[in-house]
């Protein structure tokens, strides 16, 4: 295999050459013969390549033959032919045993179909060209194979870094390649200069061995004296390698890191749960207390309580974190970690503390009981009083509104107006969630207070009799009043909307004259006294459009009813002369039959008829049965 410069120049030298020689000739002779052979043909493996050897000028006759340069110099016939005008005749081939086999184009050249790594020589191209002499030209073929993509196998072991020397990092193996590639590393990606002499800070060798099918397969080790920032390097190699025309080409192998011993230098000691900047944490609370050595591999850690400077050992592991279940106040202290790392030296401070604070807040006390009975007008303080670390602040809310924050409550002439639900709330600004709240109910005692509403309100005088008014009476006070009203029909005594001790009752009626005398009166009470409110209308104005109607129906009716009399007695005295006629009443007409007192005439009947008949002669009037 040449070395890089030779092919360097031979990239640099003309891509054809013209040999002019002169063939051995008689003495005066001036013919010659030139060929055009390109000196360098590239390929790469496995494509085909035609290596060219063309006379220049015409030539009607000459001989063609093409060599095989041995490594030892030595030349074995390929191919040879004849060439009369354009035509190629009197072809010999020896393939020497490649597969697939030499062949000749047309033209005289030399084609070696799929070049093989095998291929690379010097090719000689002889052309005999009888008077006009002799010449030849030699072809150098150069065939570039693309190796495989990188395999890495990086040291898995424990690498210290605490050793002075040059440790084994990794090997990189790159197959199969032509010409020979080279392989670098890179450490996060920049690449390392590392030479190939052994020595303490880093070098790498290389071995490259010639596969059975000519192609060159390289691996290379790479040796570091590592460091403690190596722990979080990525390292990886690369193959370059060489393609025809001058152009490179490059795989890149995948990335890996180490595992590296290195002592610990420094201790982080924190409260994993939610805290305070200052370590408050509430009680109840399961807290978390987590420790971290920068040492590899993992150290130990114990974990101890500080209590008059004697430590308390609470735990020992590997994990590096302490769980409290359920901390309580009287666990407030001082707490440690300390990293058992015996790589370091003696000296080396590897313990860390924090200071525990646990807040608490007892349940809050008031001066009051839940309820509190005050009379109207009357005067009182109530005390809220907290126990808690650290110390809670306090303050009042009425229904929910803020009263201000101060731990005694103040409540001075108090009205109806005062009564509701008080409230006192006790947190802690610095510890998120902490809050405690106490409330107590004020009742307000005393006589009812009342309101008064119309639903439809008129003026005093515009009522007409009959109109309907919905009237409703409003009331509050301690001990619970109740509404009671002059007339019927009042609702029952029920909390008002809008809430604030209100009840309310309302009353549906229609108005009348008598109302405007006397009015409709509310009245609220409860066992401390009663006050009432008088509904008034002035005067009502009569419906006299709506009697006149009722008369005149009155009248109309009766004057049916007689109407309906008068038929029904014509019809009773049907057939009879002079019937409903004028003359003397109660005489019967002429020629009127007697009345038959036959055997077959019940004896009621007969009764009833005569008694009829002589009651209207002697009265004048009587049963219908007489009545014309």
């Known amino acids: ?64 033959e093409w060599f095989l340069v041995d490594r030892s ?96 990092i990794a090997t990189c193996s790159s197959r199969n390649g032509n010409p020979a590639p080279q392989i670098m590393w890179y450490r996060n990606g920049q690449p390392l200069a590392v030479p190939l002499e052994v020595n303490s800070e880093g070098y790498m060798t290389t071995r490259t061995v010639r596969e059975a099918s000519g192609l060159l397969s390289l691996t290379s080790t790479l040796y570091l004296r590592l460091h403690k920032p190596d722990r979080e390097a990525s390292f990886h190699c690369s193959v370059h390698y060489y393609l025809p025309a001058g152009q490179h080409g490059r795989l890149d192998g995948p990335s890996f890191s180490l595992t590296l011993h290195y002592p610990t230098e420094h201790v982080l000691f924190w409260l994993g749960s939610q805290s305070t900047a200052e370590g408050w944490v509430r009680e109840g609370d399961s807290v978390q207390l987590l420790c971290q050595g920068d040492g590899s591999p993992t150290p130990e850690y114990t974990f101890f309580w500080l209590q008059d400077k004697q430590e308390d050992v609470l735990k020992t592991s590997l994990e590096g974190n302490l769980t409290l279940e359920r901390v309580q106040r009287n666990q407030s202290g001082t707490y440690g970690c300390r990293v058992e790392d015996f790589d370091v030296p003696e000296d080396a401070e590897l313990s860390k503390t924090l200071e525990l604070r646990v807040a608490y807040l007892d349940s809050l006390e008031l001066s009051a009981g839940e309820e509190l009975s005050l009379p109207l007008h009357n005067s009182t303080t109530v005390t809220c009083s907290a126990r808690g670390l650290p110390t809670p602040t306090l303050y009042w809310t009425k229904d929910s509104a803020p009263m201000g924050e101060d731990p005694t409550l103040s409540l001075h002439s108090v009205t109806f107006d005062s009564a509701g639900t008080y409230t006192c709330e006790a947190y802690m600004p610095r510890i998120p969630l902490l809050s405690r709240t106490r409330s107590f109910r004020l009742l307000v005692q005393g006589t009812p207070e009342l309101k008064a509403k119309e639903t439809q309100p008129k003026a005093e005088g515009s009522w007409t009799e009959g109109d309907e008014v919905t009237l409703i009476c409003y009331a509050r006070g301690y001990p619970k009043p109740k509404l009671t009203w002059s007339q019927l029909g009042g609702s029952p005594t029920e909390p008002a909307p809008g809430g604030q001790g209100w009840v309310s009752s309302s009353l549906t009626l229609k108005v009348t004259s008598a109302l405007s005398q006397d009015g409709v009166s509310c009245e609220a009470s409860n066992p401390l006294g009663n006050t009432h409110h008088v509904f008034h209308f002035g005067t009502v104005a009569p419906q006299t459009s709506q009697a006149g109607v009722a008369v005149m129906a009155v009248a109309i009716s009766v004057a049916l009813l007689l109407l309906v009399v008068a038929v029904f007695y014509c019809m009773r005295r049907k057939g009879r002369p002079g019937c409903c006629q004028r003359g003397e009443k109660g005489s019967p007409p002429p020629g009127e039959p007697k009345l038959s007192h036959s055997g077959s005439q019940r004896p009621e009947q007969t009764g009833l008829l005569m008694g009829s008949a002589s009651g209207g002669a002697k009265h004048g009037s009587g049963g219908f049965g007489d009545e014309c």
Do not use: W
């Open 1 to 64: 295999m040449e070395p890089p410069d030779a092919r360097a120049g031979a990239r640099r030298a003309p891509r054809l050459l013209v040999l002019a020689l002169l063939l051995a000739a008689p003495p005066g002779s001036k013919a010659e013969v030139r060929l055009s052979v390109p000196p360098l043909v590239e390929v790469m493996r496995g494509e085909s390549v035609t290596l060219d050897c063309s006379p220049l000028g015409t030539h009607d006759y000459f001989m063609l």
């Open 73 to 168: 110099g030595a030349r074995h016939r390929l191919a040879s032919a004849e060439l009369r005008g354009s035509e190629l005749r009197d072809k010999e081939l020896n393939s020497r045993g490649r597969s697939p086999p030499y062949q000749l184009d047309s033209q005289g050249r030399l084609v070696l179909p799929e070049a093989q790594v095998g291929d690379e020589r010097d090719y000689v191209c002889v052309v005999k060209a009888g008077a006009a002499g002799t010449a030849e030209a030699t072809a150098r073929l150069k065939v570039f194979a693309k190796p495989e993509a990188p395999e890495v196998s990086p040291n898995k072991g424990i690498l210290s870094v605490m050793d002075d020397f040059a440790q084994e």
